[in-house]
């Protein structure tokens, strides 16, 4: 796929991966629709992007379905057609067991799952109509199996990508692509604390040219690092209790 000359809606543009993203993008030729809550963090990326005038920023917090809605009615006004849209916008929370609370869930649910069928709601019709787009959910290598600490991230993860291959088979046969983007660690805001591990961390600007060489390839899921991402892969053939007492023991060590 050439990027040069496509609109593509990035959600979670202000910081890390959605930021470099964008930079990246422009340096293909793509027209940016940008989204993320923090309005001061847009227009300071703007600045930055070569053919500023031609990109537009909304601030939106994508859990919230009608901000969604008036964002995506907005676009549909304006006659800005989106060919490909990178659902990337994302927050990851600590799990402890001694504090379950229903509401973590709902609140990464909220973003990480539902923050992505918002959209998808509102721009798929109009890629059915024209039989032409790219969906692309960014999930993460916790979708592949449970991870310590992390049972709301990894389950709003693993829903996100059983969804994204689900709807590729239901428009196998239209011209509209579905891409799952499974990232390891990435340097960004949500890897900021420096108190976890984390194998084979990536450098932003590394990760997002995986990324758009996935893209330009046509990829049905992007997936780095490859040792990491392959070794995720494989462990879902691992036996659950040899899986979990590997992550248990993997935990207590940290
Ligand atoms: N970094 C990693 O190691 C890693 C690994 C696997 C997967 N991922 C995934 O990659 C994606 C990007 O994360 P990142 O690493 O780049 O982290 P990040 O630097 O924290 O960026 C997260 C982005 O999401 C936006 N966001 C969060 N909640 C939002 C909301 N309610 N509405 C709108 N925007 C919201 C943030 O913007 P505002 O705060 O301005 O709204 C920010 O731009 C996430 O989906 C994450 O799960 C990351």
Redesign the pocket.
């Known amino acids: 796929m050439k990027l040069d000359g496509k609109t593509v809606l990035i ?8 930021r470099e993203l964008a930079r990246q993008l422009t340096e293909k030729n793509c027209r940016l629709v940008l ?4 309005e001061e ?1 847009l227009q300071e990326l703007l600045k930055t992007l070569p053919g500023k005038s031609e990109h537009v920023y909304f601030i ?4 919230n379905q009608e901000q969604v809605t008036a964002v995506c009615r907005k676009l549909h006004e304006d006659g800005i057609t989106i060919d490909i849209m990178v659902l ?5 929370r600590y799990f402890l067991v001694k504090d379950f609370s229903v509401e973590d869930f709902r609140y990464t649910f909220a ?2 799952f539902f ?1 992505v069928l918002y959209f998808i709601e509102q721009l798929l019709p109009a890629m059915l109509q024209r039989n032409a787009g790219t969906i692309a959910v ?1 999930s ?2 916790t979708g592949y199996r449970g991870m310590p600490k992390a049972a709301s991230y990894a389950a709003s993860k693993a829903a996100l990508s059983n969804f994204i291959e689900s709807l590729r088979i239901d428009l196998w046969k239209t011209g509209i692509k579905c891409v799952l983007i499974s ?4 340097k ?4 900021g604390d420096s108190s976890s591990p984390k194998p084979f961390f990536m450098d932003t600007d590394k990760a997002v040219q995986r990324i758009i060489r996935g893209l330009e390839n046509e990829k049905t899921e992007i997936h780095f690092p490859r040792r990491l991402s392959w070794l995720a892969k494989f462990s879902r053939l691992f036996p659950d209790k040899f899986y979990a007492r590997l992550m248990y023991n993997k935990r207590k060590a940290e």
Do not use: K, Q, W, Y
């Not at 960004?188 to 890897?191: L, R, Y």
């Open positions: 959600t979670g543009a202000s910081s890390g991966i959605g989204i993320a809550r923090r963090r939106c917090d994508v859990a990337n916008a994302g927050v990851s973003v990480n923050g960014v993460s290598l990232p390891g660690f990435v960004s805001e949500m890897t």
